[in-house]
């Protein structure tokens, strides 16, 4: 590997960050975990339950069950009622921010107890949410818009900065889901000839209104806009200039999924795991524009060490309580994820 | 090149004129505006490694076992989607990880077009009428129907699938009919049917008998 690749490698996993990313991940996964606890509830006993459509003998023989809770007493209604009321309370003190990699970790265990009790009602998105329950576990995900980062405030600690090589990790993940698709989709033909969308949005199963779209051009648009963007939004999300662009594009791309097709939980656990692939500073300039109809904003933090004159010193000294109030996105730490 | 051994959660800070860490340590800065940014020192690997022998016990065991998941997650989520000859003779080591805790998947929705059946439940009442129990059009649903049946379709079409149908279909089936019996609703049979296109007569794939007593029997045609 040559030097200069050494170093964007190192730079790469080895950015620092003081968790303002984190903790957007953390609130938009959280909300979705209370979203989907809901719905589990709602179906416990048709889905999961011994008298529900998936007894339980039906599905015993699983070699993974190995790695279930639900494996301890798979016929007790109570033992599941109990498991799924842990799942809210870890969704709701997730969202919160208690202790909230512990219960990411919660939430990773009773979801995989979950799909293996019942595999026929999961799809993709739904094994995102597990693979980003276990990753986010990783992340400072209590630094920051969190009662752990209230309680370490009452106390005095200094806002701290760790590595944000398990972000990195969530953004490659998406990356890989985006160029994966692209390319199975590239080796059949119907995308080639640009007419998949057609096939997508007529199919009485995957669309919200079947329809037969006839309307000249739309239908080819659509298909090879589609491959264009699941090719390029992972290679422009992480340079820093194009990056606003592909989220937005992203969340665009991801609300029309959802509006047309019915499919449970992918799109919005896509958009949920876009703040790993911000900047603390991107995070917090992006806080500021939801929170302008209200009149507020958030400021970011410098850690200790910063303010006593490191290198991401920011623009406006520290106050006497060390922190800053200059604009985020004038100054301060670099955009992780730079391979420019 | 010095790198200055630090706690793995707070960030050193770099003597003056001391270039600072690569590797999770401090970032390379990014200068304020207005700076001149210095040119990038070299790195070498034997810096890297310098690097990592100079941390604490405490954080080269914490970085060591980091890298080793993240190169672990990554090779097995390469794996999921690798070609059947790079990917079976290695999946033993990487199963229990994709499959057991369900950390990878293939991604490759509609790449090919969709072929799934619209599937609804039929119920047959003691009066041979009819009565549709579920049904995957999710835009005919109220939205509290809706939130609930998000997943039918995943399951129930499933059931066009011989294999599935055999190995699960009847205990799927049966649930709607004692859910009917519990709401006062005795049905005859249930049946399981394949939407046609317009005009079409829908095509019945299983018949299955509701006896209100014990698990019901019936028949695939």
Same mark, same amino acid.
């Given at each position: 590997m040559k030097r200069s690749g050494l170093r964007v490698f190192?730079?790469?996993? &080895?950015? +620092?960050?003081?968790?303002?990313?984190?903790?957007?991940?953390?609130?938009?996964? &959280?909300? *979705?975990?209370l979203w989907a606890s809901l719905g589990v509830h709602l179906n416990l006993q048709r889905f999961y339950g011994q008298e529900g459509v998936m007894p339980w003998a039906r599905v015993k023989h699983f070699p993974e069950h190995v790695y279930s809770v639900l494996s301890v007493a798979p016929e007790d209604g109570s033992w599941?009622? %109990?498991?799924?009321?842990?799942?809210?309370? /870890?969704?709701?003190?997730?969202?919160?921010?208690?202790?909230?990699?512990?219960?990411?970790?919660?939430?990773?265990?009773?979801? !995989?107890?979950?799909?293996?009790?019942?595999?026929?009602?999961?799809?993709?998105?739904? +094994?995102?949410?597990?693979?980003?329950?276990?990753?986010?576990?990783?992340?400072? *995900?209590?630094? +920051?818009?969190?009662?752990? /980062?209230?309680?370490?405030?009452?106390?005095g600690r200094e806002p701290r900065q760790v590595s944000v090589w398990s972000q990195r990790l969530i953004g490659l993940q998406i990356s890989y889901i985006y160029l994966f698709s692209c390319f199975a989709k590239l080796a059949h033909a119907g995308w080639w000839k640009g007419n998949a969308i057609y096939h997508v949005m007529s199919s009485q199963v995957f669309a919200e209104w079947p329809v037969e779209i006839t309307i000249p051009l739309l239908v080819p648009l659509a298909t090879w806009g589609t491959l264009l963007f699941e090719w390029l939004?992972?290679?422009? =999300?992480?340079?820093?200039?194009?990056?606003?662009?592909?989220?937005?594009?992203? !969340?665009?791309?991801?609300?029309?999924?959802?509006?047309?097709?019915?499919?449970?939980?992918?799109?919005?656990?896509?958009?949920?795991?876009?703040?790993?692939?911000?900047?603390?500073? $991107?995070?917090?300039?992006?806080?500021?524009?939801?929170?302008?109809?209200?009149?507020?904003?958030?400021?970011? $933090?410098?850690?200790?060490? =910063?303010?006593?004159?490191?290198p991401t010193q920011p623009a406006e000294g520290p106050n006497s309580s060390g922190t800053r109030s200059s604009h985020p996105s004038s100054s301060g730490p670099s955009a992780p994820g730079s391979l420019a | 090149m010095t790198l200055t051994p630090s706690d793995s959660d707070s960030d050193p800070v770099p003597s003056k004129g001391e270039p600072p860490e690569l590797v999770s340590g401090a970032s390379v800065p990014t200068p304020v505006e207005g700076e001149t940014a210095e040119p990038d020192p070299d790195v070498s690997f034997a810096d890297l490694v310098a690097a990592f022998t100079g941390w604490p016990l405490k954080k080269r065991v914490l970085v060591a076992v980091a890298a080793l998941f993240a190169a672990f997650?990554?090779?097995?989520? *390469?794996?999921?989607?690798?070609?059947?000859?790079?990917?079976?003779? *290695?999946?033993?080591?990487?199963?229990?990880?994709?499959d057991g805790l369900r950390m990878t998947d293939t991604w490759g929705m509609f790449s090919l077009p969709p072929k799934d059946k619209l599937v609804s439940i039929v119920g047959i009442a003691t009066d041979d009428s009819r009565i549709e129990i579920s049904h995957v059009q999710q835009n005919e649903r109220d939205f509290k129907q809706r939130i609930m049946d998000t997943r039918l379709r995943k399951i129930q079409t499933k059931?066009?699938?011989? #294999?599935?149908?055999?190995?699960?279909?009847?205990?799927?089936?049966?649930?709607?009919c #004692?859910?009917?019996?519990?709401?006062? =609703?005795?049905?005859?049979?249930?049946?399981? $049917?394949?939407?046609?296109?317009? %005009? $079409?007569?829908?095509?019945?794939f299983l018949n299955q008998s509701c006896r209100q007593n014990g698990p019901a029997r019936g028949g695939l045609k």
């Open positions: 190192g730079n790469f996993w &080895g950015e +620092r960050s003081l968790g303002y990313s984190a903790g957007l991940f953390r609130i938009a996964y &959280g909300v *979705l975990a599941l009622f %109990g498991v799924a009321c842990v799942f809210s309370v /870890a969704a709701f003190f997730l969202t919160i921010g208690f202790v909230p990699r512990f219960w990411s970790l919660v939430i990773f265990a009773i979801n !995989v107890a979950l799909q293996h009790r019942n595999p026929y009602v999961v799809n993709g998105g739904d +094994r995102l949410f597990v693979i980003l329950a276990a990753l986010g576990a990783l992340l400072p *995900l209590g630094h +920051r818009w969190s009662v752990d /980062a209230w309680i370490h405030r009452k106390l939004f992972p290679l422009a =999300v992480w340079l820093p200039r194009y990056r606003p662009y592909a989220l937005v594009l992203g !969340v665009a791309f991801h609300v029309g999924i959802d509006v047309a097709l019915v499919i449970p939980m992918f799109s919005a656990i896509m958009v949920a795991a876009y703040p790993c692939y911000m900047s603390d500073a $991107e995070t917090v300039a992006f806080v500021n524009i939801l929170l302008k109809p209200l009149g507020r904003r958030v400021t970011m $933090e410098a850690p200790a060490e =910063v303010s006593a004159g490191g | 997650h990554i090779g097995a989520v *390469l794996l999921r989607g690798a070609p059947k000859r790079i990917k079976d003779p *290695l999946w033993p080591l990487a199963s229990w990880y994709s059931l066009v699938d011989e #294999k599935s149908r055999n190995h699960w279909g009847r205990g799927y089936v049966n649930y709607f #004692k859910q009917a019996l519990a709401r006062g =609703v005795p049905l005859r049979r249930i049946q399981l $049917e394949i939407q046609g296109k317009a %005009g $079409e007569a829908p095509k019945i």
